[in-house]
């Protein structure tokens, strides 16, 4: 049975879908059996998404019962997560992008060879 901080910390790429199978399914069966996780993971799916915010409240001051944690604290928990899977995000916007790039830049010089071999002929 894997910790719970170890689990919580998992939580933002199990979220992103960028967990490894393994990764993701120790997450998901850890969440079947703990009340406290399941709590954390819907109230920051919740924090997450943006919903209403009383809403978000609710289940913020649920998910802090739940846990025994103090509602500033998962606030500022929450926060870091965001921005921890925020920055993951634009790394993989970023990878994205250098890939599309050289890519085009592949296919450029291979039209601008096949042009110039035209031109010779
Ligand atoms: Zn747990």
Known sequence: MMKCDVIRDLIPMYMDKTAS???EEAVRE???SCRECKGF???WKAYETKEAGSENKKKLERAA???GADIAELE???ASLSSKL???RLRNLLIAIAVAVSVLTYVTIDIVNTLKRKDKR
Do not use: G
Request: no cysteine; hydrophobic share 30%.
């Open 21 to 23: 199978a393994e990764t």
């Open 30 to 32: 850890h969440l079947k």
């Open 41 to 43: 993971f819907d109230s």
């Open 86 to 88: 925020k920055k993951r």
């Open 65 to 67: 019962e739940v846990s």
């Open 76 to 78: 500022y928990k929450f």
